[in-house]
């Protein structure tokens, strides 16, 4: 079993900037695709990133494309999440997700088995 802890959320302005990171500890890191999925007050949790096992391949929901990257450092196990040109919109609880399946890729939630707690952004106008 994986262990996922979210860290970087806080209350930002319109048109700034956060870097979530989320570390890794428990089965091998660097074997399983990672995500950052989301859900504000009231609504479904939703897909925001995904990256694949090797780092090769980055995927993002299209309210997010442009504006956030993801990254991650299989040495220090950890993935990244840099939320630039914030909007309100953006304002949600963020969560760290590591697939169940190592070796493949995946954007849907229920294709990843662990979750981090969650850290808060919020994204004031």
């Known amino acids: 079993q994986v262990q996922l802890v979210e860290s970087g959320g806080g209350l930002v302005q319109a048109g700034g900037s956060l870097r979530l990171s989320c570390a890794a500890s428990?089965?091998?890191?660097?074997?399983?695709?990672m995500g950052w999925f989301r859900q504000a007050p009231g609504k479904e949790r939703e897909f925001v990133a995904a990256?694949?096992?090797?780092?090769?391949?980055?995927y993002y929901a299209d309210s997010v494309k442009g504006r956030f990257t993801i990254s991650r450092d299989n040495d220090k196990n950890m993935v990244y999440l840099q939320m630039n040109s914030l909007k309100p919109e953006d304002t949600a609880v963020y969560y760290c997700?590591?697939?169940?399946?190592?070796?493949?890729?995946?954007?849907?939630?229920?294709?990843?088995?662990?979750w981090g707690q969650g850290t808060q952004v919020i994204v004031s106008s």
């Open positions: 428990g089965r091998a890191f660097s074997a399983y695709c």
């Open positions: 990256i694949s096992w090797s780092g090769d391949s980055t």
């Open positions: 997700a590591q697939a169940r399946t190592p070796m493949k890729t995946f954007i849907t939630g229920g294709d990843f088995g662990s």
